[in-house]
């Protein structure tokens, strides 16, 4: 069976640094792409960042760029979103979830595409 456990979150002053991570099980992140969603009380669920090693790619949401890093150890089976710089609108919970990687590059900001998620870890960023 397949299964995503995200972990990590916490509770950080503005500025500090996290780093999540989204253990997989039953997949090969060879044939699917990993993503990271986001989503903050009363908004909608966004799309933070996605790998894709089948393509060779990776995608920020503007508000994240320079600031996270996503990354991936096959052996580990594990993606990780280094996140530096947080600010009080990092504030979320934060979902991986996981679809096999045969769409094109504009489809990975859908969360409807995702077929398996994680339980979310929640991320607070507080002075």
């Known amino acids: 069976d397949v299964q995503l456990q995200a972990s990590g979150g916490g509770l950080v002053r503005p500025g500090a640094s996290l780093r999540l991570s989204c253990a997989a099980s039953?997949?090969?992140?060879?044939?699917?792409?990993i993503a990271w969603f986001r989503q903050a009380p009363g908004k909608e669920r966004e799309g933070v960042s996605w790998i894709r090693n089948s393509a060779g790619r990776t995608y920020y949401t503007d508000s994240v760029k320079g600031r996270f890093t996503i990354s991936s150890d096959n052996a580990k089976n594990t993606v990780y979103l280094q996140m530096n710089s947080l600010t009080p609108e990092d504030t979320a919970v934060y979902y991986c979830?996981?679809?096999?990687?045969?769409?094109?590059?504009?489809?990975?900001?859908?969360?409807?595409?995702?077929?398996?998620w994680g339980q979310g870890t929640q991320v607070t960023v507080s002075s």
């Open positions: 039953g997949l090969s992140f060879d044939e699917y792409a």
């Open positions: 979830a996981a679809v096999r990687s045969y769409y094109n590059d504009f489809y990975y900001s859908v969360a409807g595409i995702y077929d398996y």
